[in-house]
């Protein structure tokens, strides 16, 4: 419940941020380049403007502190008990997301030169961040975050198992669960993999929906039934995520090999960006 307010919370927060700066700068936007000069405003919210070079600095600033804590988090070992990682990781895009827009508004959609390399890379990087976190999903991993090794995978399926055959009603449950993903082919090629995950999680939305009725029809009492469906569904996602584990793996690799090169390009002209308009002296409200 806890974990579902916070993400309610960053959602909140990134909704209504996006529609406070849309309205704010709503007649400014929707003005033709010519004749923003024109416009009383200009002066405050042209790019090198108080109010979008502040949108700027702030965008930019949580982009930096959304990459710096997440890696940091991920690689330093000392931090690795500081809260799950996939926790990490939502901050991360929650700052990772809302920072680009910021800095989309601060360039009043327009931009030339280094600045503009700057932003397609970053959008670049926040597109394929989705991508990312799609991928990291898939992967079975511990309450930490930590992806599971295969005999830790094949375990912890052998516990859901076990707990669950302990009634002929979890029986017929693993059997349902074990016949519905049975018929799904291996991909021959690894950009089939998307199409078989969407597919996938079509299965498991049916199964889980399945698992569901059959728990229903059985008359448990109601805790028990909670409890089996529980067992139930943690199976089906387990299965459902294992079943292109290798494939997704190496989805994973390639993304990683395409990400983290645009991430420091980004960085690189970002810095170069904030260096000229700095020399030019444009120093916001300092």
């Not at 698992?211 to 448990?220: A, N, P, Q, T």
């Amino acid at each position: 419940m806890a974990h579902k307010v916070f993400l309610a919370f960053l959602f909140f927060v990134t909704i209504n941020a996006v529609v406070a700066v849309s309205v704010n700068g709503f007649s400014y936007y929707t003005t033709p380049l010519p004749q923003r000069p024109f416009l009383p405003e200009y002066n405050t919210m042209k790019p090198s403007g108080d109010y979008s070079h502040g949108l700027g600095i702030a965008g930019a600033s949580m982009i930096i502190i959304g990459v710096a804590m997440y890696s940091t988090r991920k690689r330093v070992r000392k931090l690795w008990n500081l809260g799950k990682l996939s926790r990490w990781l939502e901050v991360h895009i929650f700052l990772c997301l809302l920072g680009p827009i910021l800095v989309v508004y601060h360039t009043t959609f327009k931009a030339g030169g280094i600045a503009a390399i700057s932003l397609w890379c970053m959008l670049s990087v926040a597109a394929s961040g989705v991508i990312g976190r799609f991928l990291y999903v898939q992967i079975p991993r511990n309450i930490k975050g930590s992806e599971l090794s295969q005999q830790e995978i094949s375990s912890e399926l052998d516990r859901l198992s076990g707990e669950l055959a302990t009634t002929p009603l979890g029986l017929q449950l693993v059997k349902k669960i074990d016949e519905s993903f049975a018929a799904i082919p291996k991909p021959e090629k690894l950009m089939e993999t998307f199409g078989l995950l969407a597919r996938l999680q079509n299965i498991k939305r049916h199964v889980k929906h399945s698992l569901h009725e059959m728990i229903e029809r059985s008359h448990v009492a109601h805790e028990h039934a909670h409890a089996m469906f529980k067992l139930a569904s943690a199976r089906t996602t387990l299965v459902q995520r294992t079943f292109l584990l290798t494939q997704v793996e190496k989805l994973f690799f390639y993304w990683h090999a395409v990400h983290l090169p645009f991430t420091v390009i980004m960085f690189i002209t970002l810095a170069a960006h904030v260096t000229v308009t700095v020399v030019l002296g444009y120093r916001w409200i300092f």
